[in-house]
């Protein structure tokens, strides 16, 4: 693996920042978008920065049931593969061990399934495995313009065949 010196802070987005991820997110197939507002009521956000420029993010948020999601997570494409989506990874983790709140994570794409199974995270791929709270913040936060609308956009503009995989870790019982 090539090597690339970045940091990870903990620090909230500026508005700039956030317009820029929307716009970015808008032409990835593999998460479907958030909002303004969304992006502002994360509960922990680890920005992976390289010469003081956001190269990457994980976005973290309290659900229901003492559970914690990840809900954001990407890396710039130039920056990929250069383990700062591992380093994201172990951020969230740490955070939602230092939090005491098991953490869920769902997703469409094979590096965090990977990411996930390194990190020993219990993968599966049926919805009705998931534990009844993290069922209904998905539900709940499916019920929004932003993502319906984002959801149709990008199944028409990324045809491919996507498979939804589950991945959960305890942290307390
Ligand atoms: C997912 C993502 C954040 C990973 O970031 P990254 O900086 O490239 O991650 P890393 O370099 O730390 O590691 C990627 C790992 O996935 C592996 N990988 C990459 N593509 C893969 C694929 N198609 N299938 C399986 N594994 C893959 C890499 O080999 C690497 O494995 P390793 O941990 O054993 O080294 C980044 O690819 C991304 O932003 N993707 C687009 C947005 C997205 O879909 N986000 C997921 C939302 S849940």
Redesign the pocket.
């Known amino acids: ?1 090539q090597k690339q010196t970045f940091k990870i802070v903990r620090r909230r987005l500026d508005d700039k920042e956030i317009a820029f991820l929307i716009k970015e ?1 808008k032409q ?4 479907t978008g958030f909002t303004v507002s969304e992006w502002d009521s994360f509960d922990g956000i680890f920005i ?1 920065e390289i010469d003081n420029k956001l190269a ?1 993010i ?1 976005a973290l948020k309290n659900t229901a049931g003492n559970w914690v999601s ?1 809900e ?6 130039k ?11 172990d951020a969230a983790l740490k955070a939602a061990m230092k939090k005491k709140r098991n953490l869920y ?11 996930m199974r ?1 990190n020993n995270l219990q993968v599966f791929d049926a919805f009705f495995k998931l534990p009844f709270f993290v069922m209904l913040a998905n539900i709940t936060h499916a019920l929004n313009c932003y993502i319906v609308y984002e959801f149709i956009r990008k199944k028409i503009a990324f045809p491919a065949d996507r498979k939804l995989t589950f991945g959960i870790k305890f942290f307390v019982e």
Do not use: D, Q
């Open positions: 693996m997110i990835t197939p593999n998460i992976a990457g994980i990840i954001a997570f990407y890396v710039l494409s920056y990929r593969n250069f383990g700062i989506g591992n380093k994201l990874f994570v769902i997703t469409y794409n094979e590096a965090v399934v990977s990411i390194k």
